[in-house]
């Protein structure tokens, strides 16, 4: 283990890099999965809701457990518990691509975001520790960039694995990710210790998660139980738990609390949380009706649909060293303020071009506008929102803001899939409906009863939309008339749920501009040199501990 001495001749950027390492991992495999999804769904035999849950349980798991992963880090160490949460990660990958069916895989995946939460908040600490605040804007913003990146990527590469290898493939490949991140920070990353400990707070992480839970339950299940009394009790449930989060958290501001409302009153950092939410919302929200669109409506293979999102991670990575640079100069509001608009202006004229014939062309311009509003966003947000907060409590804001992005993507995740489910459903009914019209009185109950399968709220869809079995024919001609009705329902379904992310991106920049102040670098000092705890005897050990 390499003493302070020579840690303080290393680079802060090394450090950093080591360390974004696993981060990425763990952040692709939120939107890996998006592009692989009718052939995960195929594998493993998942109905639509099933399959927003392979997506959705592993947020459930990655946000309500960054705060309190963050402080474990403070207690323990942020190196060690980044390395024990990615050997959970890596782990629970396994499991993943081993899966026999889809409640394994969606128990595995809320494995890996437990171990995804853990591994991502000991990064911004170590961040405050290395470099000094001058350049801290530099460093939010290349995190910052990465979570886009990898957010971004997720589809394009799990087009090529899908394409090349298989879909199991996407998880088998975090195991050489994994082993060698974990050789990187053993041996470029010493134990630091931030100095500030709190209580874990498992009750009130408790109540969030089972809040969340109820939440995500009654809007991904709401239109397979028919929107019944137990869809509805489990949303009301959800939103009570909640309610009582928020005052327990209000109860305990005094003693540790998981929501720190001091932090909350700086308004650059309630700005960040609120435009993290959103973006998070906005961003993983719309890549899986996007993800799905391409390949079941516009008959795209994942490769070529993977390459075509493509343009969104390339858009992005080439201007958020340009947002970030820009952020450290002063004028990070504005950075932010035109990074919203064009994610808006992205979305919007997405939804106004595509249709059941789209060219890839015609893709083109969304996309990009897309990836420029992203990478505008991401690369200033963290130094914009994180600067005047004091370097003791950059783990926990860190945690805040993380968590407000993840948990964004699960209501995104549970709400869009909620409005997808509901509108393909019933545009699938109405089609239905006009068929069987057409046919004598005595035989359209027999027809409706033969297509249940595409309108009872558990469709499976497969990578070519709905399996032969759903459509109530052999015949060829009739399987090509479900096939067209199915693309046009789940086109206009798509537009439907988009329309969520466009109206709160609207929000997020009206608070943007009435709440972000520009502020100059926090006058904390050029950082210490960090505490490193170093391979010791065990009597020193013991009483360096103590």
């Known amino acids: 283990m390499p003493t302070t001495e020579s840690q303080d001749r290393k680079s802060p950027w090394l450090i950093l890099g080591v360390l974004s390492m696993g981060f990425f991992m763990t952040l692709l495999d939120m939107t890996i999965v998006n592009i692989a999804l009718p052939h995960v769904m195929s594998g493993v035999h998942a109905s639509l809701d099933e399959g927003l849950w392979v997506f959705s349980a592993y947020i459930l798991g990655y946000a309500t457990l960054l705060i309190v992963a963050g402080r474990l880090g403070d207690l323990f160490g942020p190196r060690r518990v980044y390395l024990y949460g990615l050997a959970i990660f890596v782990a629970a990958s396994c499991v993943c691509g081993i899966a026999p069916n889809a409640g394994v895989l969606i128990a595995a995946r809320a494995v890996q975001g437990i171990g995804g939460a853990m591994l991502a908040p000991q990064i911004l600490p170590i961040v405050t520790m290395v470099f000094p605040p001058s350049k801290w804007g530099a460093a939010f913003g290349f995190t910052g960039a990465l979570s886009g990146l990898a957010v971004l990527t997720g589809p394009t590469l799990g087009g090529v694995i899908v394409s ?95 929501l720190p409302f001091d932090l909350l009153r700086l308004r650059n950092f309630a700005s960040a949380n609120i435009i993290a939410s ?42 958020a060293g340009v947002g970030g640079k820009l952020s450290d100069r002063g004028s990070g509001k504005a950075v932010i303020l035109t990074g919203l608009a064009c994610f808006t202006a992205g979305l919007g004229s997405f939804i106004l071009v595509t249709g059941t014939d789209t060219s890839t062309l015609q893709l083109l ?8 509003g992203m990478g505008l966003v991401f690369s200033p947000l963290f130094s914009v929102g994180l600067r005047q907060v004091p370097p003791p409590q950059a783990g926990v804001a860190s945690g805040l803001v993380n968590t407000a992005q993840e948990v964004g993507g699960l209501l995104a995740s549970a709400a869009i899939g909620a409005v997808l489910s509901l509108r393909l459903s019933s545009g699938l009914r109405h089609w239905v409906d006009q068929q069987a019209e057409a046919l004598p009185a005595e035989a359209r109950a027999g027809f409706k009863q033969a297509f249940a399968p595409l309108t009872d709220g558990a469709l499976k869809i497969g990578s070519a939309g709905p399996p032969p079995a759903a459509t109530g024919a052999g015949d060829p001609s009739q399987v090509a008339k479900v096939q067209e009705a199915f693309a046009d329902a789940f086109t206009s379904a798509m537009h ?49 501990t103590a």
């Not at 290898?165 to 195991?175: A, G, K, Q």
């Not at 991106?505 to 009435?514: E, I, P, Q, R, S």
């Open 496 to 544: 439907s749920g988009l329309v969520l992310p466009v109206a709160l991106l609207a929000v997020g920049w009206v608070a943007a501009f009435l709440l972000i102040r520009d502020v100059p670098a926090p006058s904390f000092g050029a950082p210490k040199p960090p505490p490193a705890r170093t391979t010791t005897s065990g009597a020193a050990a013991a009483t360096e």
């Open 278 to 319: 959103i973006m998070g919302f906005s961003m993983l929200g719309a890549f899986l009706p996007i993800s799905l669109y391409l390949q079941i409506v516009l008959d795209m293979s994942p490769l070529r649909a993977g390459f075509t999102i493509a343009a969104m991670p390339l858009t992005s990575a080439l201007v």
């Open 365 to 372: 311009g969304p996309f990009v506008l897309t990836g420029l």
């Open 164 to 258: 090349y290898l298989d879909w199991r493939w996407i998880f088998y490949l975090n195991l050489p990710i994994g082993l060698a991140s974990a050789y990187l920070v053993l041996r470029h990353v010493d134990d630091y210790r931030p100095g500030k400990r709190q209580p874990l707070a498992l009750a009130p992480t408790a109540l969030l998660i089972l809040g969340l839970t109820g939440l995500a339950f009654g809007l991904i299940e709401g239109e397979r139980l028919d929107w019944g009394l137990t869809a509805w009790a489990a949303i009301a449930a959800g939103v009570l738990v909640l309610t009582w989060f928020a005052v327990d958290q209000r109860r305990h501001q005094r003693s540790g609390p998981l």
